[in-house]
C-alpha cells in the first residue's frame, strides 16, 4: 500500500468539495479502490500506488479546470472524470478572445472594438493610456488583463490605484482608519475584482498583498516590478502625480492608465496629468495609446445618449 498527500494551491477548496463534500463524494465513487481523505487544502489517498498515480492525474484536470474557470458543474465534472473529456458545448467560447473565466465560470472577453484593441495593444506595449468616456469597459478589461497575468503568472502581483481627488480635509471626516476611509474611492476596483477572483481567494490575495489597492500618492518612493499596475481615473492625477506614478515602472511590469478626459475633477482641467501624456508618450516605441468611444458603453443604453448630450452642450459652449 501506498499513500500520497496531494496540496491544493491556487483554489478554493469549497469549489472542488461542492456544497456538502457531494462533488468530492463522486470523486471518491470514481475511485473505489482508493482511500481517500480530504482534509481542507490537502488530500490523502491510500492505496496501490497506479491507482494513486491515475488519481494524481484526473484531480490535476480537474484542479486546471477549476483554476481557469473558477467553477465545475455537476457536468462538466462527469466529463473529466471519464476516459476521455471534451469542453462542454453549452457555449462555444474562442480562446483568442476570452480574457479569463469568471467566477460563475462564464467568459469576460472584450465586447466592443475598441475593448479588443486594448486586448491586442496590452500583448505589444508595456505602457498603455486607455481614454474615453465612462461605462466603456476601460477598467474592467484592465483589470481582466491583469488578473490573466497573475493566474498565469507572468506577473507577481497586481497594483491597483487611483486619486483621491476628495483627499484633504474631507476624509477627515470619514469614520475609520485610513483604509476605511479611503475604500470608498477604490470600491469600482473591488467590485471588478469580485467578478473575477472567488471571495476567499481574493480575501487571500489581499491579505497577502499579492494584489495592492491604494490611492496614488500611495505610489510615490516605490519601484513596481514584476507587476501589473492599473491607475484608475487617470484624468484626476496631476501632471506631477502621473508623471511619479509613470516612472515607478520596474522590469517586467504592465502599466495600464485609464481616464474619462471629459470628467475632470481637477480645479483646473489644464492641470490634468493624463492629457499632458497623451500629448507627449503616443508614438513612443512600447506605448499606446487607445480611444474608447460612445459606441463602446456597455452600461445601460441611456449612458450613450447621456454622454453624447453633455459632449454636445460641452461643444456648444466653446
Not at 500520497?4 to 461542492?18: A, H, N, Q, S
Not at 469576460?108 to 493610456?129: F, G, H, K, Y
Not at 499606446?288 to 450613450?304: A, E
Amino acid at each position: 500500500m501506498s499513500e500520497k498527500t496531494i496540496y491544493l494551491e491556487g483554489i478554493d477548496p469549497v469549489v472542488l468539495y461542492g456544497v456538502h463534500n457531494a462533488a468530492m463524494d463522486r470523486i471518491k465513487a470514481a475511485f473505489p479502490r482508493l482511500k481517500v481523505i480530504p482534509r481542507g487544502s490537502e488530500i490523502k489517498v491510500v492505496g496501490e500506488e497506479q491507482e494513486i498515480k491515475r488519481f494524481e492525474e484526473k484531480i490535476g484536470e480537474i484542479l486546471r479546470f477549476i483554476h481557469d474557470h473558477n467553477v465545475v458543474s455537476d457536468e462538466e465534472l462527469s466529463g473529466l472524470l471519464g476516459d476521455s473529456y471534451q469542453a462542454p458545448k453549452k457555449e462555444k467560447v474562442r480562446s483568442d478572445d476570452t480574457i479569463i473565466f469568471g467566477i460563475d465560470g462564464q467568459p469576460i472577453r472584450a465586447r466592443t472594438v475598441n475593448q479588443a484593441r486594448l486586448v491586442t495593444e496590452e500583448a505589444r506595449n508595456d505602457l498603455i493610456l486607455a481614454v474615453g468616456p465612462a461605462g466603456t469597459g476601460k477598467t474592467y478589461t484592465a483589470i481582466a488583463l491583469a488578473v490573466r497575468a497573475l493566474k498565469n503568472r507572468e506577473v507577481k502581483r497586481i497594483v491597483l490605484t487611483r486619486p483621491a481627488v476628495e483627499a484633504g480635509e474631507h476624509l477627515g471626516f470619514l469614520p475609520g482608519d485610513m483604509r476605511d476611509k479611503l475604500d470608498p474611492y477604490l470600491q469600482p476596483l473591488y467590485d471588478a475584482l469580485r467578478d473575477m477572483i472567488p471571495y476567499k481567494k481574493l480575501l487571500a490575495y489581499l491579505e497577502e498583498e499579492t494584489i495592492q489597492i491604494a490611492p496614488l500618492a500611495y505610489m510615490r518612493g516605490r519601484t513596481l516590478e514584476n507587476a501589473f499596475v492599473i491607475l484608475d481615473e487617470g484624468q484626476n492625477a496631476t501632471v506631477n502625480q502621473l508623471k511619479m506614478f509613470l516612472t515607478r515602472m520596474g522590469l517586467n511590469s504592465k502599466f495600464i492608465v485609464t481616464g474619462d478626459i471629459t470628467q475632470i475633477d481637477l480645479p483646473r482641467k489644464e492641470s490634468s496629468g493624463l492629457l499632458q501624456a497623451v500629448r507627449l508618450l503616443e508614438g513612443i516605441d512600447g506605448i499606446s495609446v487607445v480611444r474608447f468611444d460612445t459606441g463602446d458603453i456597455v452600461r445601460h443604453p441611456l449612458v450613450k445618449d447621456i454622454v453624447d448630450a453633455y459632449k454636445k452642450n460641452d461643444e456648444a459652449i466653446k
